[in-house]
């Protein structure tokens, strides 16, 4: 058992010893040992103080530390923990109301899961189900979660490692990625409108009497906040409309005020027949995820049994937690406060891309944004390839190490710096991580040809 005075040596050896860690070779590991987390900020057992640049994996979205949740969660506790998810609970209903309520367009009805992953697993149930049709498409540069169904569906390449036995009837197709797009575009809407055309035929092969949905995430994230183009998600509405196939909006990291608006299929005057949320759901102070469908395909099943369950859905705890997190949200303006960090966000990146001569591109809604940085702006060229060997690491492992010395928590993965910090956070702040940045970007200029 570890107690408050165990010192850090042990604390971590334990964790070492009987845990596993994700994505991660699990010797040689050095876990930074928090023992607590305030608005942007956490502590390690020493009281070295990091600050949150990508929110704990973009989910922490009202910032740390926050008694209303816990106030809130101690509540329904006293009242009721657990019951099965038969029952009817004050919690779930008061947050399927929220949802209904703050979601776009129709969607009208919400089916609670413990994370986005599980989300992800029961849209894709639901459209196969509704549809009668066996086949989703989806994004290459893409993750949906990392359970079978979602990690299937995604293209992240760490499904390689169990690919040979994923789900079948995943279709994937091309991002609109202009930067680097796939056809040689000129412009980012010269690609969008390449990528539709592409998306199209590849449905057409597919068959378009076979494809249940086409998924694709609100905004992209960890795939390397991919901007759409401005028609693009709009487009893909009306190629569902086409030909009878739902619209999965991934939500899962985009929603809950991340790109400056509640959802960031907003930004694209859309509506989805199902979206999946969770991480800003609680702002991960409890595990919650929501598959929240609209009212034609809830009406559907007025007559016919949903075929979908899991034992800890709607858990009355985690609802509680899920309601006072939208509260904070709203009553905080902590959405119009990303979007406005956000443009702060981008002007400052516009000094640093004068500085630094491997910032290749900035992309970035709201709070959510990756700097893409390259060997020679000319030629594209990344400082670490995409999907790089143990031994082509030297640049991101370099960097990843440099961000921790100077006291920060961001996602740093091959040519990819991501910024992503809580909503509440101030232009102080971001001027403090900006100074880290720059000395951590440095080291990639060292690259540059």
């Given at each position: 058992?570890?107690?408050?005075?165990?010192?850090?040596?042990?604390?971590?050896?334990?964790?070492?010893?009987?845990?596993?860690?994700?994505?991660?070779?699990?010797?040689?590991?050095?876990?930074?040992?928090?023992?607590?987390?305030?608005?942007?900020?956490?502590?390690?057992?020493?009281?070295?103080?990091?600050?949150?640049?990508?929110?704990?994996?973009?989910?922490?979205?009202?910032?740390?530390?926050?008694?209303?949740?816990?106030?809130?969660?101690?509540?329904?506790?006293?009242?009721?923990?657990?019951?099965?998810?038969?029952?009817?609970?004050?919690?779930?209903?008061?947050?399927?109301?929220?949802?209904?309520?703050?979601?776009?367009?129709?969607?009208?009805?919400?089916?609670?899961?413990?994370?986005?992953?599980?989300?992800?697993?029961?849209?894709?149930?639901?459209?196969?189900?509704?549809?009668?049709?066996?086949?989703?498409?989806?994004?290459?540069?893409?993750?949906?979660?990392?359970?079978?169904?979602?990690?299937?569906?995604?293209?992240?390449?760490?499904?390689?490692?169990?690919?040979?036995?994923?789900?079948?009837?995943?279709?994937?197709?091309?991002?609109?990625?202009?930067?680097?797009?796939?056809?040689?575009?000129?412009?980012?809407?010269?690609?969008?409108?390449?990528?539709?055309?592409?998306?199209?035929?590849?449905?057409?092969?597919?068959?378009?009497?076979?494809?249940?949905?086409?998924?694709?995430?609100?905004?992209?994230?960890?795939?390397?906040?991919?901007?759409?183009?401005?028609?693009?998600?709009?487009?893909?509405?009306?190629?569902?409309?086409?030909?009878?196939?739902?619209?999965?909006?991934?939500?899962?990291?985009?929603?809950?005020?991340?790109?400056?608006?509640?959802?960031?299929?907003?930004?694209?005057?859309?509506?989805?027949d199902i979206m999946c949320v969770a991480?800003?759901?609680?702002?991960?102070?409890?595990?919650?995820?929501?598959?929240?469908?609209?009212?034609?395909?809830?009406?559907?099943?007025?007559?016919?049994?949903?075929?979908?369950?899991?034992?800890?859905?709607?858990?009355?705890?985690?609802?509680?937690?899920?309601?006072?997190?939208?509260?904070?949200?709203?009553?905080?303006?902590?959405?119009?406060?990303?979007?406005?960090?956000?443009?702060?966000?981008?002007?400052?990146?516009?000094?640093?891309?004068?500085?630094?001569?491997?910032?290749?591109?900035?992309?970035?809604?709201?709070?959510?944004?990756?700097?893409?940085?390259?060997?020679?702006?000319?030629?594209?060229?990344?400082?670490?390839?995409?999907?790089?060997?143990?031994?082509?690491?030297?640049?991101?492992?370099?960097m990843a190490a440099k961000v921790r010395?100077?006291?920060?928590?961001?996602?740093?993965?091959?040519?990819?710096?991501?910024?992503?910090?809580?909503?509440?956070?101030?232009?102080?702040?971001?001027?403090?991580?900006?100074?880290?940045?720059?000395?951590?970007?440095?080291?990639?200029?060292?690259?540059?040809?």
């Open positions: 058992m570890i107690t408050e005075t165990m010192n850090k040596s042990q604390s971590v050896q334990d964790n070492l010893d009987y845990t596993l860690f994700s994505w991660s070779q699990q010797g040689g590991l050095n876990p930074i040992d928090a023992v607590r987390a305030e608005g942007v900020y956490v502590y390690d057992r020493d009281g070295k103080r990091y600050l949150d640049f990508s929110s704990q994996l973009m989910n922490v979205n009202i910032g740390h530390g926050n008694q209303r949740i816990t106030e809130a969660v101690a509540r329904q506790m006293r009242e009721l923990s657990f019951v099965y998810p038969g029952m009817a609970t004050d919690p779930r209903g008061e947050l399927g109301k929220l949802l209904a309520e703050i979601t776009p367009g129709n969607l009208s009805k919400t089916f609670f899961t413990l994370g986005g992953a599980e989300a992800i697993e029961n849209a894709i149930k639901i459209a196969r189900m509704y549809t009668g049709r066996h086949k989703i498409v989806a994004h290459y540069r893409s993750y949906h979660g990392a359970t079978y169904g979602a990690m299937s569906a995604g293209g992240d390449p760490r499904r390689f490692a169990v690919d040979s036995q994923s789900v079948p009837n995943i279709v994937h197709v091309e991002n609109p990625y202009a930067y680097r797009c796939p056809w040689g575009s000129s412009s980012i809407e010269e690609c969008g409108q390449r990528a539709l055309a592409h998306l199209e035929r590849v449905i057409q092969f597919e068959n378009p009497n076979s494809v249940a949905a086409i998924l694709m995430e609100g905004e992209s994230g960890s795939s390397g906040c991919i901007k759409y183009p401005p028609f693009y998600l709009k487009k893909v509405r009306e190629l569902c409309d086409k030909y009878g196939i739902l619209l999965i909006d991934d939500e899962v990291m985009s929603g809950f005020g991340r790109t400056g608006k509640m959802f960031a299929i907003e930004h694209h005057d859309t509506v989805p991480k800003g759901l609680t702002s991960g102070y409890l595990p919650l995820g929501a598959t929240i469908v609209s009212d034609k395909i809830a009406k559907h099943y007025e007559d016919k049994p949903l075929a979908i369950g899991l034992t800890y859905s709607a858990h009355a705890v985690s609802c509680a937690a899920g309601i006072e997190n939208i509260k904070v949200m709203q009553e905080e303006n902590m959405v119009e406060n990303a979007a406005a960090m956000g443009k702060y966000l981008e002007e400052r990146m516009e000094d640093l891309k004068r500085k630094h001569p491997s910032i290749g591109d900035f992309r970035n809604t709201g709070l959510l944004g990756c700097i893409e940085l390259v060997k020679n702006r000319d030629t594209k060229e990344p400082v670490t390839p995409w999907n790089a060997a143990p031994g082509q690491m030297e640049v991101t492992n370099r010395e100077l006291g920060m928590f961001t996602f740093v993965r091959w040519n990819w710096i991501f910024i992503a910090p809580p909503l509440c956070i101030t232009k102080e702040q971001i001027d403090e991580g900006l100074e880290i940045l720059s000395q951590v970007i440095s080291i990639a200029d060292e690259y540059c040809n």
